[in-house]
């Protein structure tokens, strides 16, 4: 093609014909401009596409992030939920002269004072944070969402820490005023464990005549309720962000 050109010159120049040869040269100069022109489109054609690709597999990989955390979650909210009903019979037991069994009264304390542990997956999140790729993303929707995600964690994680500060409390409450190993006793077992009571004679049930185990189990209470509230809103974010990652 370049031979073929070159000889067009030569002959239109060997024919003194210069009104012609520049004519021909203005046109073979844009040919050439809009062959590059082509070829620049062409070439951000083809990044475009990667880069929609790249997108929708960083993408795909956030749902699927946050689909594990949606489920962990719910298996927490399942575990807080029977924590609080196990709370709520202990405050209406406490200053009772009617109560249950030692080994209910046993295993309701034990219940009352698990520690929620959720602790979602972050790995596609932070990779997108870090290369500052969460403001490039398409879905203006997704953005915010994503950075509303970073500051409702941080909520999750205060009421987490607080939950976590009641439970230690009203678990050294027990220690000092109760029988640990005999709350311990009916989990162990029905986890199989050979597992005796305590060989000291003292019965749990003295627990629910102290206004501090009142209290303990009374703050237990509270903060289980708010926390299981951040868990319930953070369902719903969730849900908002498996919408707007879905393909």
């Known amino acids: 093609m ?32 809009v062959g590059i022109l082509i070829a620049l489109q062409v070439n951000n054609w083809n990044e475009t596409q990667r880069e929609k690709t790249r997108e929708k597999q960083i993408v795909l990989s956030l ?16 575990r807080i939920q029977g924590m609080i009903g196990a709370q709520e019979l202990l405050l209406s037991l406490i200053g009772s002269k009617n109560l249950q ?27 997108l944070k870090n290369s500052g790729q969460i403001s490039k993303l398409s879905n203006p929707k997704l953005q915010s969402l994503l950075f509303g995600w970073e500051r409702h964690y941080e909520d999750v994680n205060e009421f987490t820490a607080d939950d976590l500060r009641s439970s230690n409390d ?53 903060t289980s309720i708010l926390l299981l509230q951040q868990y319930e809103e953070t369902i719903g974010i969730i849900e908002e962000i498996l919408s707007a990652t879905a393909y």
């Open 2 to 33: 370049i031979s073929f050109f070159r000889k067009i010159r030569q002959r239109l120049l060997s024919q003194n014909q210069v009104t012609r040869y520049l004519v021909y040269a203005i046109g073979e100069i844009i040919l050439v401009v």
């Open 63 to 78: 749902h699927n992030e946050f689909e594990e955390n949606l489920s962990s979650l719910k298996i927490d909210i399942a």
């Open 101 to 127: 069994t030692d080994d209910v009264l046993d295993s309701l304390i034990s219940t009352s004072f698990i520690n929620m542990t959720w602790n979602p997956s972050s790995y596609v999140l932070n990779d």
């Open 170 to 222: 009203l678990l050294s409450f027990v220690k000092q005023k109760g029988s640990l190993r005999n709350a311990d006793s009916p989990y162990l077992i029905q986890k199989g464990k050979n597992y005796s009571k305590s060989k000291f004679d003292f019965s749990n049930s003295e627990l629910f005549n102290d206004i501090g185990f009142e209290n303990m189990v009374d703050d237990k209470y509270v």
